[in-house]
């Protein structure tokens, strides 16, 4: 209790007197305990009147030395070695302050430097959400008990909605180029449309770095992708991974969902990504954090801004190069494929998918093969097509050849039964019929087999024939 000064000097005044504590208590109004503490007080201190007020925190002192404190706090110094920069200390920040003129405690001080650095500790703002206008996307990795060997590294393909924070995950074995295309693909094909904006971090696989150019390079893939299902990539702020919180915040929820399962080990992939599956359509059945309805339905809002899905999917081909060997085949995946002679000795470059092998011309202009990738190992694949110096060269073994067996039998039809298995005439009549389509060979011979008069012509006649087509 704080009294007036008089109240203090009349106290002070009856004491020295004599007078008793309940006597000035009753002249001066106040209680008797007053007067007691206040003569303690004067025994202690040596003086009855209270002790300086605690000076505010918006004391206008204390506001411009928190303003030099908080200057000082984001001042960056070298440091010692010359390799990364420090923040101040407290005690250097204490003795700037001590320079400047301020009287101020060293714990004064650090109470004042703690309470900037609370200040300037980043906070985030709340974003509204537009239904359907965005996506967002990022990988997460967990360490899985694949059958009864050791734990496999697994990759996580996330996509969250911010609006409805409806998520899908699905399983791959890494976070490359390939693997991000099979989870895009799959993510458009299960919500059945496609988002006009996508949010990536700074993938590499999406984005290219260069230090010399400005503004955002997309990757030859991302390149692709965005123009043939019609979407806008945006990329987050370097080492600003907030600006996507959503996704990210999802992707703890979802492995944390995996964990707290306490199922600790799969079958195989494919189980384990069913069981994600599970996971996750439960989590997606869950109301809204901050909105009246599960998530589920509220995706049905934003399927409104959404664009439909191209007719044709985009094929991802990875890109390598291969040298021709002396055979005129290159080497791929354990198997050899022909191309034509004309490129032996030469470093050619290829692009392939799952299924489907291109090979170019060494200086990438045109297409010199193409085939259906096998899975079956150590084969050759032969195209007599590509090969017939070597052939007209070889035309005695030719029938007990690999290259005979790769015959289609429409060809070894016509070797047969037209040119008499006279081998020389047939090359000729291959190297008549390169650069004409295949299908044109095989459309003839079945048109000619209706009519029965296949085996009564002649060699000239058929070439004349299809070559008119």
Not at 208 to 218: A, D, P, R, S
Not at 336 to 342: D, I, M, Q
Not at 365 to 370: D, H, P, R, Y
Request: net charge positive; glycine share 4%; aromatic share 10%.
């Amino acid at each position: 209790m704080i009294l007036e000064d008089a109240t203090y000097e009349n106290i002070l005044h009856f004491v020295l007197k004599g007078k008793a504590y309940r006597e000035i208590a009753d002249i001066l109004h106040i209680s008797k305990n007053t007067v007691t503490d206040l003569v303690k007080r004067l025994s202690k201190t040596g003086s009855i009147l209270p002790l300086q007020k605690r000076v505010s925190i918006y004391d206008p002192v204390i506001n411009e030395i928190q303003e030099q404190i908080l200057g000082y706090l984001q001042i960056k110094k070298i440091s010692v070695a010359g390799q990364k920069t420090d923040s101040l200390k407290c005690d250097e920040i204490h003795l700037l302050l001590l320079a400047q003129g301020y009287n101020i405690t060293k714990g004064k001080a650090l109470d004042l430097i703690a309470r900037g650095r609370k200040v300037l500790k980043e906070s985030h703002l709340s974003i509204v959400h537009v239904p359907g206008r965005a996506v967002q996307f990022d990988w997460g990795t967990m360490n899985i008990q694949i059958g009864k060997g050791k734990s496999q590294r697994i990759s996580l393909a996330v996509f969250s909605f911010p609006y409805s924070n409806y998520r899908k995950a699905y399983v791959l074995p890494n976070s490359g180029s390939e693997s991000f295309v099979l989870a895009f693909q799959q993510f458009i094909k299960d919500i059945q449309g496609i988002p006009p904006l996508f949010v990536f971090d700074n993938m590499r696989i999406a984005r290219k770095f260069h230090k010399k150019e400005e503004g955002i390079q997309l990757t030859q893939l991302f390149d692709d992708l965005t123009k043939h299902y019609h979407f806008e990539a945006h990329f987050c702020s370097p080492h600003c991974p907030n600006q996507k919180g959503n996704v990210e915040n999802n992707v703890g929820i979802v492995k944390s969902a995996i964990k707290d399962s306490f199922v600790t080990s799969f079958a195989s992939t494919d189980e384990f990504s069913e069981y994600v599956n599970f996971l996750v359509d439960d989590l997606n059945k869950r109301k809204h954090p901050r909105k009246s309805d599960t998530c589920k339905n509220l995706i049905h809002h934003e399927k409104l801004a959404w664009t439909e899905l191209p007719s044709k999917d985009y094929v991802y081909y990875r890109k390598d190069h291969r040298k021709v060997n002396k055979q005129g085949m290159i080497s791929f995946k354990n198997n050899a494929y022909s191309v034509p002679e004309l490129f032996k000795g030469a470093k050619v470059p290829v692009h392939f998918s799952r299924k489907t092998l291109y090979v170019f011309s060494p200086d990438g202009s045109e297409v010199i093969a193409k085939y259906a990738i096998t899975n079956v190992k150590k084969k050759r694949k032969h195209r007599v097509w590509y090969m017939l110096h070597k052939l007209k060269e070889k035309e005695n073994g030719f029938l007990d050849s690999e290259e005979y067996k790769s015959l289609t039998k429409v060809e070894k039809y016509i070797l047969h039964k037209i040119f008499k298995t006279d081998v020389s005439t047939f090359l000729e009549f291959l190297k008549l019929m390169k650069g004409q389509s295949k299908k044109k060979l095989r459309k003839f011979m079945a048109r000619q087999k209706e009519g029965h008069d296949v085996e009564e012509m002649t060699p000239d006649i058929l070439i004349t024939k299809i070559l008119c087509l």
